[in-house]
């Protein structure tokens, strides 16, 4: 898939995969995106290789990316994993050692500021409209972390090399925090929640900077470029340098493409944050009048900021004299009128 083809058009276009409750519309066509240019067991595809040497300490010794070809042997869910984990120990020293190294490459990362911001996630089950089921689904288990850490370390070397052939690229940053809460690894929903309230705004710039809520001297994305038009143009980049063609995106480039991306980006979250709002209404619907569990996560002058803790959404409601919280507090707070149709939800003390 070159620039000049209709589907590097086409994804340009939609810039990313949007995924709902009800069901998801892939950046690009079903055919490729679950089939062609899926990793598929027992199917050789291309693909490209960062082939990273570490320490024993998890510091980089040496890396190198590659275009490759890989052929899938076998496919373990993160469930299988991590039952492997944390009961049979024993049965794949492979996975084991990649467990120590994840938790290496995340203490690591910690240790140089990193905000480790795990809220589960709010999984909505829609398949019987009329009776809405939502689970909170962790994502710090072992292979979860397994897969994030090895991920963030291929964006990094990936980041790294750019910024070490002084190419253009699409680098993503962030300033540090406003004000810091957490720390280490381990940390409460409640002090995440409240985290979450000072954290800065993302950047995408053309050239490196530090990545604080990573830990990282420089960051940007590769390893989906299936279903994220900025990992699509990375490897297109990363292919082209490698390959001995030099730069393939200009500076100009790259450029138009972090308007085009935050612009696509800015409309795709907003009508996933709307879709993810309906559904959860039609979730909380049948309690209305009907209390439930909150926690306190911020208070300013007028406004409490709470948090539902079984679907994880944010709510406000009046400072009420006669009833004084403070962040950190579980209260229980009365569902007063909920509409999905009209967008409202409405709460009281």
Known sequence: MGPRDPLFAEAMERCTSLYFPEGHIPMLPTSLSQYVCSLVKDKPRPAMSFLINLDRQGNIINSSIARSVIQVKRRLSYMEVDEILTKD?????????????????????????ALLLSLPDVNIDVRDPDNIKVRLMPVDTPARTLVSELMILANSVAAAYLAGQEAPGLFRSQPPPRKRIISGIHNSMQDIARQRRFL?????????????????????????????????????????????????????????????????????????????????????????????????????????????????????LPVNPSFPVEPGDTVRIRLARVNPLDNVLRVEW
């Open 89 to 113: 120990r024993n049965s794949e020293p492979e996975l084991l050692l990649l467990n120590r190294l994840s938790q290496q490459l995340q203490q690591k990362r910690v240790d140089n500021g």
């Open 200 to 316: 800065s705004r993302g950047e995408l710039t053309i050239h490196p900077k530090t990545h604080s809520g990573l830990g990282l001297n420089c960051y940007t994305t590769v390893t989906s470029p299936i279903r994220r038009f900025l990992d699509l143009i990375i490897q297109h980049q990363l292919a082209h340098i490698i390959s001995g063609k030099g730069i393939l995106f200009s500076g100009d480039e790259c450029k138009t493409f972090t308007g085009l991306i935050g612009q696509k980006l800015s409309r795709a979250n907003g009508v996933r944050q709307q879709r993810h709002r309906y559904w959860i209404l039609r979730y909380l619907e049948p309690m209305q009048g009907k209390t439930l569990p909150a926690l306190v996560v911020g208070q300013g002058p007028r406004r409490v900021n709470l948090l539902l803790t079984d679907c994880l959404f944010d709510v406000d």
